[in-house]
């Protein structure tokens, strides 16, 4: 089932573990010119579900930026450290159902037999007909089939995966009692009835396991853009992991250029000397998902560490 929406509403949906660098600018962006183009909605997400990776100063910091760089969300920003309540009721629907079950295996334990995957290893269902004597559920995972599931991108074209033999039976709430992002974010963007997410080509693999966490829960399932990641001169995802530095605040227009260009949207070069507003408004009218690189990666040393 996909989302048939009046009014297009879109998202973005930064991790507060540390300032918003040139990579996530790039999200935010898309994400914001996307929605505003179509004279639609963008809301502000935080997702603190890592609560010990995650910092109040982080998330300031971040408000601050998207503020200086002119990308004004609409309603309330959400906080997913809020939403317990709505994660464990859908957890518990799939639990009624019959599709989830208590998972006793370490780290070490599925390192040592499974097989790697797109997103780390694809855990071999150990526990999937219960858990061996002597030991006690750490995690919850969801039992997942041999459905096939095919995602159109509107870049970056289609991805099809098998989710149980690509993905296996992934982890819905970790060993230390966090919500995983998987549900997490599966929940939040039918609750808040987004109608497509446009983000980085890095959650791509991650896409075809979502849509079908949608369909078991018997909710809609949004659009998709996925735009190129930024790596930074050693061929690194510019990342807080690799240090990449974070936003500039003072002038914002050079970085809102910059990422104008990797998009591929091609601003003409006296749009240098405009004011905010103008460069935003000129970005708006002449937004174009066909002008983005279908490409997984590009590299962008500007605002390297």
């Not at 969801?142 to 599931?149: A, N, P, S």
Request: hydrophobic share 35%.
């Amino acid at each position: 089932m996909s989302i048939s929406e009046s009014r297009y509403r879109g998202r973005f949906a930064p991790s507060p573990t540390g300032p918003l660098h040139f990579g996530s600018l790039i999200a935010a962006v898309s994400s914001y010119l996307q929605a505003r183009s179509q004279d639609g909605e963008w809301l502000l997400r935080i997702e603190d579900i890592d609560q010990p990776r995650c910092s109040e100063q982080a998330t300031t910091e971040i408000l601050r930026a998207l503020e200086h760089y002119g990308l004004h969300w609409d309603d309330e920003v959400s906080y997913q450290s809020q939403r317990n309540t709505l994660y464990e009721h859908a957890l518990s629907s799939l639990q009624a159902s019959g599709k989830v079950y208590g998972c006793a295996c370490s780290r070490k334990d599925i390192a040592s037999i499974a097989r790697a995957g797109t997103d780390g290893f694809i855990y071999p269902g150990t526990c999937r007909e219960g858990i061996p004597p002597g030991k006690s559920a750490r995690a919850v995972r969801v039992k997942t089939d041999d459905t096939e599931i095919v995602v159109s991108d509107a870049v970056q074209g289609n991805i099809s995966q098998q989710i149980l033999t690509d993905a296996g039976d992934f982890i819905l709430k970790r060993a230390d009692g966090l919500f995983a992002y998987q549900l997490a974010v599966v929940v939040d963007d039918a609750e808040q009835r987004i109608t497509e997410i446009v983000r980085g080509y890095d959650i791509f693999d991650l896409t075809p396991r979502q849509v079908w966490l949608q369909q078991q829960m018997d909710y809609p399932t949004p659009g998709y853009v996925h735009t190129p990641v930024a790596l930074n001169s050693k061929g690194q995802k510019l990342s807080k992991q690799h240090h990449a530095r974070p936003l500039p605040l003072d002038d914002p227009r050079p970085a809102l250029i910059h990422t104008l260009e990797f998009l591929g949207q091609q601003p003409p070069l006296d749009l240098r000397d405009s004011n905010l507003d103008s460069i935003l408004d000129w970005a708006m009218q002449n937004w174009s998902l066909d002008n983005i690189p279908k490409q997984r990666e590009l590299e962008s040393s500007e605002y390297d560490e």
